[in-house]
């Protein structure tokens, strides 16, 4: 089964909150889970990402939490800003005839009120 | 810093018609992508390419599209006979050569129109 499963498909955080977005998978073939930050009318950003042996990876403000057993990684913004306002796709990779292609999640869209 | 650059940023074209979009990969990259993005819905792909030929293709990806990378620096789809339901955003993406190199750079993508 190829598909990600993300969660919620919007988000309203206060200014200096925490947003947690979710995702889920079946496959145990992905080995590589991005996320990935798009604003109105650009593409897909990449923000952080992680690989399956690491349990937790954090970047600034973004961190990924990720459960191999579960199956599930999330995607915390800690001390959300209103500049954070953007889709968020959390996405994972599968090595498929020699290149690895990404299957996306249905994005969540965030919006951080000032 | 490097990027992938995709022309034009905005195609319009009647149903029937072929086009041909295109995209500059970020220079040492090797592996080649394109996906597409229904308005509103999640990223899907479309084909990836090594090499010259095509590694994979999805179920999107039928007869009517196809992918060249006709010099050094170009990638390009084209559609030959465009549909109403092919109206979308469409991304390039690039990422470099290896086991390991798994990020994907995307390009700002062409929002394609079909009327």
């Known amino acids: 089964q190829q598909q990600v499963k993300q969660s919620p498909q919007s988000l309203i955080v206060q200014k200096g909150g925490i947003s947690i977005i979710n995702c889920a998978y079946e496959n145990t073939a992905f080995d590589y889970f991005p996320w990935y930050q798009q604003f109105p009318g650009k593409g897909p950003a990449l923000l952080i990402a992680?690989?399956?042996?690491?349990s937790e990876k954090k970047e600034g403000r973004f961190t990924i939490s990720f459960n191999k057993s579960a199956k599930q990684f999330s995607l915390h913004i800690m001390d959300s800003q209103p500049g954070d306002s953007a889709t968020y796709f959390c996405a994972a990779s599968i090595i498929t005839s020699g290149t690895y292609k990404y299957i996306f999640g249905t994005g969540t869209r965030l919006k951080v009120l000032a | 810093e490097p990027e992938v650059t995709q022309t034009p940023s905005h195609q319009v074209t009647q149903m029937g018609q072929e086009v041909i979009l295109r995209c500059v990969p970020i220079s040492n990259h090797l592996y080649f992508y394109w996906y597409r993005q229904i308005l509103g819905q999640k990223v899907e792909f479309l084909v990836s390419f090594y090499n010259n030929e095509i590694s994979e293709k999805s179920e999107i990806f039928d007869d009517q599209f196809s992918v060249e990378r006709p010099d050094g620096s170009n990638f390009t789809l084209k559609i030959r006979s465009t549909k109403l339901e092919d109206s979308a955003m469409y991304f390039c993406?690039?990422?470099?050569?290896?086991?390991?190199?798994?990020?994907?750079?995307f390009g700002p993508g062409t929002r394609l129109t079909v009327t």
């Open positions: 992680i690989r399956p042996d690491v």
């Open positions: 993406a690039s990422s470099e050569a290896g086991r390991g190199s798994y990020e994907q750079y």
